[in-house]
C-alpha cells in the first residue's frame, strides 16, 4: 500500500494551494468492491491530528471540517489515482502537516476519526505566513 503527498509549501494568508495524494492500484484493489474513502488530516504544532476532509470512490460525496468548509474542496481524479485537496483563502491557522489516507470504512454522514483510517501517507508541510 502506497500513498504519496505532494503540493505543500509557502503562501502568504489569503493565497491558494493545490495538494496532492497519489495511491496504487494496488492500494484500491486491496479494498473488497472498491468501498473505500480518501482523506485528508492534517498536524498543527504542538496540536493533534485533526480531520479536514474525506471523498468516497467515486468522487460524488465529500465531508469537511467546520473550519475548512466553503474554502477547501476535495476531489478525485480517477484516471491517475490521486486524491486532489484544492485550499483556497488560507489562513496562518492553517499551517500544518497535512496527510493523506485512506479507509475502508463508510461514515455517510462524516466526519472520520484518525482511527478509522487503515494506511497513512507521508504528510507534507503547508506553512501560511500572515
Known amino acids: 500500500v502506497q500513498l504519496q503527498a505532494s503540493g505543500g509549501g509557502l503562501v502568504q494568508a489569503g493565497g491558494s494551494m493545490r495538494l496532492s495524494c497519489a495511491a496504487s492500484t494496488r492500494t484500491f484493489n486491496s479494498y473488497s468492491a472498491g468501498r473505500y474513502a480518501l482523506a485528508w488530516f492534517r498536524q498543527a504544532p504542538g496540536k493533534e491530528r485533526e480531520f479536514v476532509a474525506a471523498?468516497?470512490?467515486?468522487?460524488?460525496?465529500?465531508h469537511y471540517a467546520d473550519s475548512v468548509k466553503g474554502r477547501f474542496t476535495i476531489s478525485r481524479d480517477n484516471a491517475k489515482n490521486t486524491v486532489i485537496l484544492q485550499m483556497n483563502t488560507l489562513k496562518p491557522e492553517d499551517t500544518a502537516v497535512y496527510y493523506c489516507?485512506?479507509?475502508?470504512?463508510?461514515?455517510?454522514?462524516?466526519?472520520?476519526?484518525?482511527?478509522?483510517?487503515?494506511?497513512w501517507g507521508k504528510g507534507t508541510l503547508v506553512t501560511v505566513s500572515s
Open positions: 471523498v468516497n470512490r467515486s468522487g460524488g460525496k465529500t
Open positions: 489516507a485512506i479507509t475502508g470504512t463508510q461514515r455517510p454522514a462524516g466526519p472520520y476519526q484518525i482511527t478509522d483510517m487503515d494506511y
